[in-house]
């Protein structure tokens, strides 16, 4: 764990969250309030602490501003998303615009986020066991149909199916703090 992220623990090796708040509720704030009204910039800011307060034990191992800023637009998002339900169609057009923006704005960053997500996803699948792994990039990476892949590997479609379950299910037990943004990311890879 590098030392800018070692400096936000304490004793116990759970995460100094007071510490968190006190260096970075106000740019969270500001950055929220690029996107939403106050009242709802500053309960953002307040659930993305308040998340941080419940999974303390949380191990973070690139960056923790990356996570907070992640945290906080994804909040956001759903913020927006809900202002969206309540509105009629022609005042969401405003919403979208702002989407937009979050999403502009947030490139840079999300670059660095991407790249932590990509790796922690690599990481994953580098543990499946090799012909689960294999039918896995098979069927996710390369868009094969489970049929073409039982074919070229000679195995039933059953097992293909199998293996492909089992993957997943690993990938969402170890990327469970990152799934919105996997999603995010799993999305815009298509």
Known sequence: MPDEIHSWYVSGGTLDVEKLFIHYSKPLFYYALKFVDEEAARDIVQDVFLKLWTDRQLQISKSIEGLLFTMARNKCLQQIEKQKIRLDHRQSSGLRLKEDEIRFYSTE????????????????????????????????????????????????????????????RLIRTNLKDYLPLLMLFLQDRS
């Open 109 to 168: 960053a999300s670059s660095l986020i991407e790249l932590e997500l990509q790796e922690q996803l690599e990481k994953t699948i580098g543990t499946l066991p090799d012909k689960c792994r294999e039918v896995f990039i098979l069927s996710r990476y390369h868009n094969k149909m489970n049929r073409e892949i039982a074919e070229e590997l000679g195995i039933s479609i059953k097992t293909v199916e199998k293996h492909v379950s089992a993957a997943l």
